[in-house]
C-alpha cells in the first residue's frame, strides 16, 4: 500500500543543503502497522509529510496504492490518505468550531449526507452530539485529538499516518488513544505508518519498524525482536536501553 524507493528530502541549496531524508526505502503491505522511530531531528516526521503530500523530496519515488505519487495530489490521492498531527490544538483551527473542522474536508471533497457523516465519525471516536458545537479551547487535549482523527476519518482514508499523536496528551489519555487508533484500523481495514521516538508506544501498535538515525534507516525488525530486545544495530540497541531506563523512571 505504501512504497517508499530511495527517497531524499532536501532543504537548501549548494553549501547550504541539508539532507533530512537519505536514500530511504521501505514497503508498507495494505492492512499493515509500520513504525519509525528515532531521536528528534532524525527525518521521520519529515518523511511523513512527503508521503502526506505536505513536502517535495529531491530524489527517490512514492507510490500509494501502487500508483507513484507527488507532492502534487489530485483530489483522490488526497483521499487516499490522511494524517494526524502530534498537536491536537495546533492542527485544529481555534476560531471553528468541530462542526465546521469536519464538514470542511467533506465540502472540498463534495461528499453528501453532511451531518450523517459527521454524526458517524463522532460516533466512532467516542464522541457525542453535544462536541459538536463546541470550539477546541472548550473540549479536552484528549477529546481535541479525538476529533482531529474523525477528521481525517471523514474522508474514508485506505491509509493513516500518524505523527506521535499521542506525545502531546497526559498518560493517562495516551492508552485511550492508542487502543482507539487500532480499533479503527481493524474495523477499517486500514494500513497505518506511526512515526514516534517511544518505543513502547511503537510496540503496541505496529507489527514491524524501522529505525531511523541522521537521515537513514539503520535497521527494520519485526515488533516481537523489538520486544525480545534482539536489535543487531548498536543505535537500535541505545534506543532500546534508553526505553528500558525511562520504564524504570517512571515506574519508581
Same mark, same amino acid.
Request: hydrophobic fraction near 40%; charge should be neutral; charged fraction near 25%.
Given at each position: 500500500m505504501i512504497e517508499i524507493a530511495d527517497v531524499t528530502i532536501s532543504f537548501g541549496s549548494g553549501a547550504r543543503r $541539508?539532507?533530512?531524508?537519505? &536514500?530511504?526505502?521501505?514497503?508498507?503491505? *495494505? %492492512?499493515?502497522?509500520?513504525g519509525l522511530v528515532g531521536e528528534s531531528g532524525c527525518g521521520k516526521s519529515t518523511l511523513l509529510r512527503a508521503i502526506a503530500g505536505l513536502q517535495d523530496v529531491a530524489a &527517490? /519515488?512514492?507510490?500509494?496504492? &501502487?500508483?507513484?505519487? %507527488?507532492?502534487?495530489?489530485?483530489?483522490?490521492?488526497?483521499?487516499?490518505?490522511? +494524517?494526524?498531527?502530534?498537536? !491536537?490544538? &495546533?492542527?485544529?483551527? *481555534? /476560531?471553528?468550531?468541530?462542526?465546521?473542522?469536519?464538514?470542511e474536508p467533506i465540502a472540498i471533497q463534495r461528499l453528501d449526507n453532511v451531518d450523517q457523516r459527521i454524526e458517524q465519525a463522532l460516533g466512532e471516536v467516542g464522541m457525542g452530539s453535544l462536541h459538536r458545537f463546541r470550539y477546541p479551547h472548550q473540549i479536552s487535549g484528549g477529546?481535541?485529538?479525538r476529533i482531529a482523527i474523525?477528521?481525517?476519518?471523514? +474522508?474514508? *482514508?485506505?491509509? $493513516? $499516518?500518524?505523527?506521535?499523536? /499521542?506525545s502531546a496528551l497526559d498518560l493517562s489519555v495516551q492508552a485511550e488513544i492508542l487502543n482507539l487508533l487500532k480499533r479503527v484500523a481493524r474495523n477499517r481495514s486500514l494500513t497505518m505508518l506511526m512515526v514516534s521516538h517511544d518505543l513502547a508506544v511503537i510496540a503496541h501498535m505496529c507489527s514491524r519498524i524501522a529505525v531511523m538515525k541522521r537521515g537513514e534507516i539503520?535497521?527494520? $525488525?519485526?515488533?516481537?525482536?523489538?520486544?525480545? %530486545?534482539?536489535?543487531?544495530? !548498536?543505535? /537500535?540497541?541505545?534506543?532500546?536501553a534508553s526505553s528500558l531506563e525511562t520504564t524504570t523512571a517512571s515506574a519508581g
Open positions: $541539508l539532507d533530512a531524508v537519505r &536514500g530511504v526505502s521501505f514497503e508498507v503491505a *495494505p %492492512g499493515e502497522a509500520f &527517490g /519515488t512514492i507510490a500509494l496504492a &501502487g500508483q507513484s505519487v %507527488g507532492a502534487k495530489r489530485s483530489r483522490a490521492d488526497r483521499r487516499l490518505v490522511q +494524517m494526524v498531527f502530534q498537536d !491536537p490544538y &495546533g492542527s485544529l483551527n *481555534p /476560531t471553528h468550531i468541530v462542526d465546521r473542522i469536519l464538514s477529546q481535541r485529538q474523525a477528521r481525517a476519518l471523514i +474522508m474514508e *482514508p485506505k491509509i $493513516l $499516518l500518524l505523527d506521535e499523536p /499521542t539503520v535497521e527494520m $525488525l519485526p515488533v516481537e525482536r523489538l520486544r525480545r %530486545g534482539e536489535a543487531d544495530h !548498536p543505535y /537500535t540497541r541505545e534506543l532500546l
